[in-house]
């Protein structure tokens, strides 16, 4: 029903900087947001966004450093990751559930873009 695909991953030094995309495709506006898994971690939360775009949650680990925005006019939601470092690299997946939380795993999830940042 819910379908997502991310894209805008790639290979960065840390302090650098990379924008997520994900593109949704569904008949409703849903709350999304980000996930990220590193090899031998647990899925982590990183951030998510109401499908108004009025309430806005991160994890301790990326505030201040990540932002996440969506336009909805396009369907799409972003998060921009300033000041990465080696333990940002993970990967990330974009999310979608009907409401955004501080702990938000999703209903729907796309498969995933890779995130490396070498140091």
Known sequence: QVH????????VQAGGSL???CAASS???YAMGWSRQAPGKDR????AISSSGRSIYYADSV???????RDN????VYLQMNSLKPEDTALYYCIASLHASSD???DYWGQGTQVTVSS
Do not use: D, P, Q, Y
């Not at 982590?44 to 951030?47: G, H, I």
């Not at 505030?63 to 925005?69: A, D, L, N, V």
């Open 19 to 21: 924008r997520l995309s």
């Open 104 to 106: 938000m795993r999703g």
């Open 63 to 69: 505030k201040g450093r990540f932002t996440i925005s």
């Open 27 to 29: 008949r409703n506006t």
């Open 73 to 76: 006019a396009k369907n799409t």
């Open 44 to 47: 982590e939360f990183v951030a």
């Open 4 to 11: 997502l695909v991310e894209s805008g991953g790639g290979l």
